[in-house]
């Protein structure tokens, strides 16, 4: 069974510019996850899907970042304007319904806002 | 402020020999940890799971416990093999199902 999918893997780009990432989950998984990992720290959660409602948004900086589940499976995060602080591993994670069900990680990308 | 601790940033442990990782919480609402491991360049894994109502969980190789007046649980992994180097993340959730991680210990296993 495939895991969760994360594009694209890395990705430069120059302060001010947009950048979206893209998350596959694990095929039947109604909750999906948004984490941010700056270095040396462990994940934060951004926000929270369960189906296509977003549950838990209130880590999310919504002046500049915004997220969809359409449908209720794919899911995109968008970063615009990016800054420099923004540099960090955004993580996908999804399971199969909330709570204490096991949240499988994909691998992340990694952003670099030069 | 931190609620979930993993105050060594690295530990390094013979090959065969216990690995003991650390964790201590503040949080007195969280009724659920997890320990998950992470390699370079990919994302954590689940590895091991213990409930509040319980103090000790075992799958294998991994054993976690759980001191609920200490507010501090332990991850044991014994023998410790090559492939167990990684980094390690304790996590804690409480009753809104959100998940606080640690900063993760870098475990070394020595040859």
């Known amino acids: 069974e495939a895991g969760v999918v994360q594009s694209p893997r890395y990705k430069i780009i120059e302060k001010k510019q947009p950048v979206a990432f893209w998350c596959n989950p694990i095929?039947?998984?109604?909750?999906l996850y948004w984490y941010l990992q700056n270095l040396g720290q462990g994940p934060e959660l951004l926000i929270r899907?369960?189906?296509?409602?977003?549950?838990?948004d209130s880590q999310l900086p919504k002046d500049r970042f915004s997220a969809e589940r359409l449908k209720g499976v794919d899911s995109t995060l968008k970063i615009q304007p990016a800054e420099l602080g923004d540099s960090a591993v955004y993580l996908c994670a999804s399971s199969l319904d909330r709570g204490t069900e096991t949240q499988y990680f994909g691998p992340g990308t990694r952003l670099l806002v030069l | 402020d931190q609620q979930v601790k993993q105050n060594s940033p690295s530990l390094s442990v013979q090959e065969g020999r216990i690995s003991i990782l650390n964790c201590d919480y503040t949080n007195s609402m969280f009724d659920y940890f997890l320990w998950y491991k992470k390699y370079p360049a990919e994302g954590p894994t689940f590895l091991i799971s213990?409930?509040?109502?319980?103090d000790k969980n075992e799958d294998g190789r991994f054993t976690v416990f759980l001191n609920k007046s200490a507010k501090h649980l332990s991850l044991h992994i014994v023998p410790s093999q090559p492939g167990d180097s990684a980094v390690y993340f304790c996590?804690?959730?409480?009753?809104?199902?959100?998940?606080?991680f640690g900063k993760g210990t870098r475990l070394h296993i020595l040859p």
């Open positions: 095929s039947g998984h109604n909750t």
């Open positions: 213990i409930s509040s109502i319980k």
């Open positions: 996590a804690a959730s409480d009753r809104d199902d959100k998940i606080i």
């Open positions: 899907y369960e189906n296509e409602e977003a549950v838990d």
